[in-house]
């Protein structure tokens, strides 16, 4: 358990006002307080997070930058905010700041909408960057933070939020602020790093987008991951694959592929990649077996397949 902060600065008296009018029950904070997920420490805090003021309509590249320092990629806010802020609506949009995170060298992905997933995801060491309304749904104020830390005992959530860092709120009043937003909160990881919270299709669809343009070697390392995490995705292991070859890693991609079409003996884009590479490797006899297997197996990709076996056929004509 991380030491807590001397000081205990409060929500300010505008904040304030805007958290009385939300009224309703924060039933997350009364279901975590009267019984705390085992093995998450009742009081928890971050220190190590970098903090950066918010600059006016500005708080989601201060809020990113945050998080992308605490996963050890140091960039500051006014890089971002070509990035992700929009000035015709004086903020930044959700998907802005995922694709942000992955562009800068992150695994940018949302967690699990829970209080008790935004602990968990602090007890393993990952700040968590949220979207509050501040105001009332008919007169919304979006905002940005960084949740650094809770205390479950005195009911409070600690942010780096607009010009504080270190900002101690009630646990209840945040919970409201954040079921605004419908409790969206992501996380950025460095390479290798997976959320504790976020199920399979989120973490893969994550990756996907991440490798769009993302650097292979780093992607790669997340897509591994996560392999050990659910071991025989295909989505997974055909991502993998995808990464080490375009790291440059031919032979650990026909590993991945491999592994695929073990997996998943009728996926034809399994079989067709595993060829293609074993095609490059010289081993003509395994690879034209896997094409002519993707070949047979039909479906979309079967013009790709037949691609594939044409190439290797003449691969193996002007190797003779």
């Excluded at 960084?146 to 209840?172: P, W």
């Amino acid at each position: 358990m991380a030491a807590r902060g001397t000081g205990r600065r409060r929500l300010a008296p505008a904040l304030l006002l805007a958290a009385l009018l939300l009224g309703g029950c924060a039933t997350q904070t009364a279901a975590l307080r009267s019984a705390p997920p085992p093995g998450v420490a009742s009081r928890l805090e971050l220190p190590a997070t970098p903090f950066f003021a918010q600059e006016r309509y500005q708080c989601g590249p201060a809020a990113l930058a945050m998080a992308l320092g605490a996963a050890g990629i140091a960039v500051v806010p006014d890089t971002l905010v070509p990035q992700v802020y929009l000035p015709g609506r004086e903020g930044s949009l959700q998907v802005e700041m995922l694709a942000a995170a992955r562009r800068n060298g992150a695994l940018g992905v949302t967690i699990a909408p829970r209080l008790d997933a935004l602990l968990a995801e602090l007890q393993a060491g990952h700040p968590v960057l949220v979207l509050q309304n501040l105001s009332l749904p008919i007169f919304p104020r979006w905002h940005y933070a960084v949740v650094t830390g809770y205390d479950l005992a005195q009911g409070d959530i600690v942010l780096h939020s607009g010009t504080t860092e270190h900002m101690v709120m009630a646990m209840s009043t945040f919970e409201h602020t954040w079921a605004r937003s419908g409790y969206w909160a992501m996380v950025a990881l460095a390479p290798g790093q997976l959320p504790v919270t976020s199920d399979k299709p989120a973490v893969l669809d994550a990756l996907v987008a991440w490798e769009r343009n993302g650097k292979p070697d780093a992607v790669r390392q997340s897509y591994a991951a996560a392999d050990r995490r659910w071991p025989g995705e295909l989505g997974l292991l055909l991502g993998l694959g995808n990464t080490a070859y375009a790291a440059g890693d031919r032979a650990g991609a026909a590993d991945a592929f491999r592994r695929a079409t073990q997996a998943h003996p009728d996926s034809a884009p399994a079989f067709n990649n595993l060829a293609f590479v074993l095609s490059e490797l010289g081993d003509y006899g395994a690879a034209r077996t896997a094409a002519t297997r993707a070949l047979a197996l039909g479906g979309p990709f079967r013009a790709e397949a037949q691609a594939t076996l044409e190439t290797i056929e003449r691969a193996e004509r002007q190797r003779q």
